[in-house]
Each structure stands twice: as structure tokens, then as C-alpha cells.
């Protein structure tokens, strides 16, 4: 598949309440690898199969939650184009200079009517993972540090609006929609699962009363044992655990969701299935949406649906 | 140290260490159904209304604890760390799963003493 806009969640910027102890969690617990620190007091973080400078940041807040999610694009020819096709479409758009985030390019930045602010960019250094180009070895040691998860996968948001959020994703910023729980009437959708490429998905809503929430953001793992071994070291520090291990239906991912310091969900995930732009979208029924989340306990647990930050 | 809570809601009382949050000795009760939530003071469902007692605090979300609250005592339990025996009140999510049953006074659990 020619993947020649969007092409991955690259970046999210999460608040915290205490920094000095989310960087412990972060890098030592999760295995995240520290990449900076700019003046802004931020701290900048990748995962170790990561070749971007950052993929994930963290600001000291007297508020948990979400301050963005960004996108890379593939150039600044499909920046200049996605933002010209946001502003036709009616939605307003800024550019954050280059710099203002460390070793990023210019930023065009816009709020959902989810309450959720995005971005598209088209630089970021990269700085690599730690392995060759030329001859690389499978893993470097980087991986052998906590969790250790391959990438930033994607990020579940929380808020209103969803279906006019679902028609910017899809009619303007090249998104398809790939899974969906309807709402108990069966007339909307009550969650949306939306891919730029052929993962299950890149990002995905769910209708929430309250703008701008943070259900998680998802990190990579390589098979089933590592997540499993992920849970083992949640529990080794006494990381709180929502849900899993298990398995989704939506997706087919298994998972294991868990909790920051400061009460923002993570989770860490592996497989799913690969679709295709051209794949229908499958559809989940509201009564069904237990198996969607836990397929083998068939458990819709009350969590999910009421705890965001 | 142990201190004595009490739930003023249902007059059920548990011990809780002084480097134990309010919560997390709650959930010891072992009470079906108490939404823990993140246990990080990001989320705010267990919102609870200190009423007596001295305790102290970490750092929560101001999105469900702003000024008011925290003069009023309204904090959130995984945040709160008992000085002395303390009363309070469940004002947040908790509140359904703590005090959906109504029990007999003949019922209340004892105070834990270790």
C-alpha cells in the first residue's frame, strides 16, 4: 500500500503531576528511552525500535491528560496539502514553529470537536534505534530495559461529537474506518476505530459527554509473551492494572491496560488484524461491546467506560 | 502506624496505615464493585468529603479538586494519607458501590486492630 499522507501517530504530549516520578516510571518501568529535556521543563522520550527523536512527552501538570496527539506526514508538500484541505473543509488551523517542540520541524495544529488538539508534521531528527542500517542486528539492548515496547502504537480518546471527528478523519485527512460499537439504539456509533495505513487502527474515539479526554495511549509489544512479561513487571512495581492480560475482539489485540503515576491509562499491545482500505468495516453491536473489549471474559468492565483522564 | 477510618455513609469502619492511601486499605474491605480507578488522583472517581481528622496529601488533578473542594475537604482517597483517625464522607463514583446496600448498624464491621 502507497502510504502518501498520514503516516503514523508520532507524537503525544501528556500531562503529569509529579515529573521527576513519571520520568522513573516512564524510563525505568516502561523502558521508555529519555531522548531531552527542553526549557519548557518537558521531558522527551521514544521507544527503542523508534527512530524519531521523541514520540512521547511529558510536562509537569497541576491536571492528568492529553495536550496533543501529532501526526507525521509524509512531507511538507502533504502538510501544506492536509492543512489546505482542513481549512476548506472549515476548520481552523495554526502553525507551530519549528523548534518549539525539540529536533521538530513546523506544526500544524487543530482541535476536534471532541475537544482534542492534533497535529501534522513532516520533520522530526532521527536519531535511530541504536542499531546499524547497514547489517542491523535484530535488538539492541535498549530493548532489555523494563517493558520495552517497539513504538507508539496509537491513542483511544474520550469526548463528544464523534461522528463529525470520524468525517474529518475519513473525508479529509485520508483515515478509514476500520471497526465500530454502535450505540444501545443501534442509530450512531458509540466508538470508532480509524486507520491511516494497514494497522487495526491509528487512533480511535469513543462518545464521552466531557471534551478532550485521555483514555490511553498504546504501546507495541512483539508477541503475546511480552506482554505477558509486561504484566509481571507492572506487579513487580506495583503498577496499578485496570484491565487484561487478555484479548480484544475489537481489533483482535491483546492487551493489558494499566495506569501512569498520575492516573493516565497506558496500555501495552500486541497483533490485531491487518485490514485494507478497501476492507468493510465490522461492526460491533452494543450488547456485544463485553467481547469487543474482553473477548474471552466477555466482560464490559464499568472502568472503561467511566475512568479517563 | 494504623489509624481508624469511618465511612460516616454507612458507619462501616477499616484500618488504614499512615503510609497507605484512604483507598487503597478501602479496597481491602474487599467491597464488590469499588471502581479503584486509576489510583494515581488523575481520574477523581473516588472522590471522597474528609470530615475530621488529620491527614495529608499528594498531588491530584485539579479537574476534580479545585480550590473549593480542597478548603472543604473533598480530595480523592487514593491521595490521602491518614495523620489520625478520620471520618469521611464518599461524595464521588465511589459513592454506589460503598453505599448501595444499606446494612443493619447490627452488621458494621469492627474496627481492624493489628
Known amino acids: ?309 | 502506624m494504623q489509624h481508624t477510618v469511618t465511612i460516616e455513609d454507612t458507619g462501616e469502619r477499616y484500618a488504614c496505615a499512615g503510609e497507605e492511601s484512604l483507598l487503597a486499605a478501602m479496597a481491602r474491605l474487599g467491597r464488590r464493585g469499588i471502581p479503584a480507578g486509576c489510583r494515581g488522583g488523575g481520574c477523581g472517581v473516588c472522590k471522597v468529603e474528609i470530615v475530621s481528622g488529620e491527614f495529608g496529601t499528594r498531588a491530584m488533578s485539579r479537574d476534580h479538586v479545585d480550590d473549593a473542594d480542597r478548603a472543604a475537604g473533598r480530595l480523592l482517597a487514593c491521595r490521602v494519607y491518614p495523620a489520625s483517625d478520620l471520618s469521611l464522607k464518599v461524595v464521588g463514583k465511589l459513592q454506589k458501590s460503598v453505599c448501595g446496600v444499606v446494612r443493619p448498624v447490627s452488621s458494621v464491621t469492627p474496627p481492624v486492630t493489628r
Open chain 1, 1 to 309: 500500500m502507497a502510504m502518501t499522507g498520514v503516516l503514523r501517530p508520532g507524537h503525544a504530549q501528556v500531562r503529569v503531576l509529579d515529573l521527576e516520578e513519571s520520568v522513573r516510571f516512564y524510563r525505568d518501568v516502561l523502558g521508555l528511552v529519555e531522548t531531552g529535556r527542553d526549557a519548557q521543563g518537558r521531558v522527551y522520550f521514544k521507544c527503542w525500535d523508534e527512530r524519531d527523536h521523541h514520540s512521547y512527552v511529558i510536562r509537569e501538570s497541576d491536571r492528568a491528560g492529553i495536550d496533543f496527539l501529532g501526526f507525521r506526514v509524509l512531507d511538507k508538500a502533504n502538510l501544506d496539502r492536509l492543512e489546505a484541505g482542513l481549512k476548506a473543509y472549515g476548520i481552523a488551523t495554526e502553525r507551530i514553529p519549528a523548534g518549539e517542540m525539540l529536533e521538530t520541524g513546523e506544526r500544524v495544529r487543530f482541535t476536534l470537536p471532541s475537544g482534542h488538539v492534533m497535529e501534522l508534521y513532516a520533520e522530526k531528527t532521527k536519531v535511530g534505534n541504536g542499531i546499524p542500517l547497514v547489517n542491523p542486528a535484530p535488538w539492541s539492548l535498549q530493548r532489555e530495559h523494563g517493558i520495552g515496547p517497539v513504538r507508539l502504537d496509537h491513542a483511544l480518546l474520550y469526548g463528544p461529537n464523534v461522528a463529525e471527528v470520524q468525517k474529518i478523519f475519513t473525508e479529509v485527512l485520508g483515515f478509514y474506518l476500520v471497526e465500530r460499537v454502535l450505540t444501545p439504539d443501534g442509530n450512531a456509533n458509540a466508538a470508532i476505530w480509524l486507520s491511516c495505513g494497514q494497522k487495526v487502527h491509528d487512533i480511535a474515539f469513543a462518545e464521552y459527554p466531557e471534551p478532550g479526554k485521555l483514555h490511553h495511549c498504546s504501546f507495541l509489544m512483539e508477541s503475546w509473551e511480552q506482554v505477558l512479561r509486561a504484566g509481571d513487571i507492572m506487579s513487580m512495581n506495583t503498577v496499578p492494572v485496570d484491565i487484561g492480560p487478555t484479548r480484544h475482539g475489537v481489533t483482535r489485540g491483546c492487551t493489558i491496560y494499566a495506569w501512569d503515576p498520575s492516573g493516565n491509562r497506558f496500555e501495552t499491545f500486541f497483533g490485531g488484524h491487518l485490514p485494507y482500505p478497501d476492507y468493510e468495516t465490522m461492526t460491533w453491536t452494543f450488547d456485544n461491546f463485553g467481547q469487543g473489549l474482553d473477548y474471552p471474559q466477555r466482560k464490559l468492565h464499568e472502568t472503561f467506560l467511566t475512568v479517563v483522564s
